[in-house]
């Protein structure tokens, strides 16, 4: 026993370090292996949450994308059958001008008739017979004088005053018909550039998919990264189309 040594001092001394073990609990300690092994499954749930999210959001905009796409197509489609409507009114509006060329042709041809008979009688009938849209064309081409000018055109129908019913009409139809038809095949793009953001966005959900397949977290980020890179620029483009609320 060395010399001091009191066993009652000794025995409470080891009661007030046990109560002290009590009260404050043992102290853990913590292996290399088992913080590296933490710090791994807290990146792959930041990861996979990142995952999820990317994922959800991919799939409204392939939905949104998708919509885009069926409206566009729905207003080619309404386009093509204006322009056909515009095409078949065009066609009868040509009918109705060649029917009154046809009988402006008929009436004109009897008046040469009559002058070149000296038929005074039939020529002063057949010009009281002219249509509205014929005689101011036949006048100016009576004053050029046809007979003695050569640069005198060689009937009223050549003439760009003789205009028979109808035929702007149907200019104007074909013009609408025309602008349509662009129209139309312009809407039938931007369906196609919808469609093309849908398989971007397939892209997306396939790296995201796929970037669990990695037993390595870096060929995980990886994937995840290439699939928010595919994601910003097909984001780009829906911001760039023109869009059918």
């Known amino acids: 026993m060395p010399p001091g040594y009191c066993p ?11 109560a002290e073990l009590t009260e404050t609990g043992p102290v853990e300690r913590t292996e290399p292996g088992e913080t590296a092994e933490r710090d791994g499954h807290a990146r792959r ?6 995952t999820v999210v990317l994922l959800a959001v991919t799939a409204v905009l392939t939905a949104w994308s998708g919509f885009e796409a069926s409206k566009w197509g729905g207003e080619m489609s309404i386009a093509f059958s204006r322009a056909s409507t515009q095409r078949i009114e065009a066609s009868t509006e040509r009918a109705h001008a060649d029917a009154a060329r046809e009988i402006d042709l008929q009436v004109f041809s009897l008046w040469l008739e009559a002058y070149a008979t000296e ?6 009938f057949t010009r009281a017979r002219f249509t509205e849209h014929f005689r101011p064309a036949f006048d100016e081409w009576l004053a050029s004088r046809p007979l003695q000018n050569p640069d ?3 009937s009223p129908f050549a003439l760009d005053s003789y205009v028979p019913p109808g035929q702007e009409e149907a200019r104007e139809a074909d013009a609408r018909a025309d602008a349509l038809f662009a129209q139309a095949l312009e809407n039938n793009q931007r369906g196609d550039n919808y469609t093309l953001t849908t398989v971007l966005f397939a892209l997306v959900l396939f790296f995201g998919a796929f970037a669990g397949r990695f037993r390595q977290e870096r060929a995980s980020w990886a994937m995840v990264g290439l699939a928010c890179v595919v994601l910003v620029v ?3 483009f829906l911001l760039s189309f023109p869009k059918i609320v």
């Open 8 to 18: 009652a001092v000794a025995d409470e001394g080891e009661r007030v370090e046990q």
């Open 234 to 236: 097909g984001v780009g």
């Open 152 to 154: 005198a055109a060689p």
């Open 119 to 124: 038929d005074t009688v039939l020529e002063e």
């Open 45 to 50: 749930s930041w990861r996979e949450t990142v």
